[in-house]
T-cell receptor, first 112, second 114 residues
């Protein structure tokens, strides 16, 4: 099955800092790629997705580009806010199991 | 739109008892739902795929007799943890597939087995 490697957290940033959370994956073929976010005490929410190579998913100031050559889908945001503090999960869609495979999650803590 | 609910949100039970967790898609029909388990500060582990009107597909290492899944309608899937033991204590999360590969997640159920 697919596997996902995310950078270990926690990542601690000051407000308005630039954010990058690295994600690489192994998969059969070219799966759709997702980022989910889990705010404290809440369930997972879809943040953004990309369905084919070179696609850029974006939402709430976050962006991630589907890089087929490097099998990566790094999450970026130019200026983080305290409200962005959460756990972020990278997840390719496993076409064999027809289900998402989740990375270990990266906890982001943004300080005022 | 695309709201998924879970009930209960938290449950405490004695060892040896069974616990049922419900997962509902509130504003859409889902032929496929998924059950995950999340350990503290760890990723989500897929336990099984629940298909409406047919048997669930369990991941390797997940005991089907321990974790009974029933997907009786297009908006409801249930997970029953039978004869629960302390090692079954965890955070159980369901999701429902709306279209293609996009899944919407419930808020999770925290199970504590004493």
């Amino acid at each position: 099955g697919d596997s996902v490697t995310q950078m270990e957290g926690p990542v601690t940033l000051s407000e308005e800092a630039f954010l990058t959370i690295n994600c690489t994956y192994t998969a059969t073929g070219y799966p759709s790629l997702f980022w989910y976010v889990q705010y404290p005490g809440e369930g997972l929410q879809l943040l953004l997705k990309a369905t084919k190579a070179d696609d850029k998913g974006s939402n709430k100031g976050f962006e991630a580009t589907y890089r087929k050559e490097t099998t990566s889908f790094h999450l970026e945001k130019g200026s983080v806010q305290v409200s962005d503090s959460a756990v972020y999960f990278c997840a390719p869609f496993d076409t064999g199991r027809r289900a998402l495979t989740f990375g270990s999650g990266t906890r982001l803590q943004v300080q005022p | 739109g695309a709201v998924v609910s879970q009930h209960p949100s938290r449950v405490i039970c004695k060892s040896g008892t069974s616990v049922k967790i419900e997962c509902r898609s509130l504003d859409f029909q889902a032929t496929t739902m998924f059950w995950y388990r999340q350990f503290p500060k760890q990723s989500l582990m897929l336990m099984a795929t629940s298909n409406e009107g047919s048997k669930a597909t369990y991941e390797q290492g997940v005991e089907k007799d321990k974790f009974l899944i029933n997907h009786a309608s297009l908006t409801l899937s249930t997970l029953t943890v039978t004869s629960a033991h302390p090692e079954d204590s965890s955070f159980y999360i369901c999701s429902a597939r709306l279209r293609k590969e996009t899944q919407y997640f419930g808020p999770g159920t925290r199970l504590l087995v004493l």
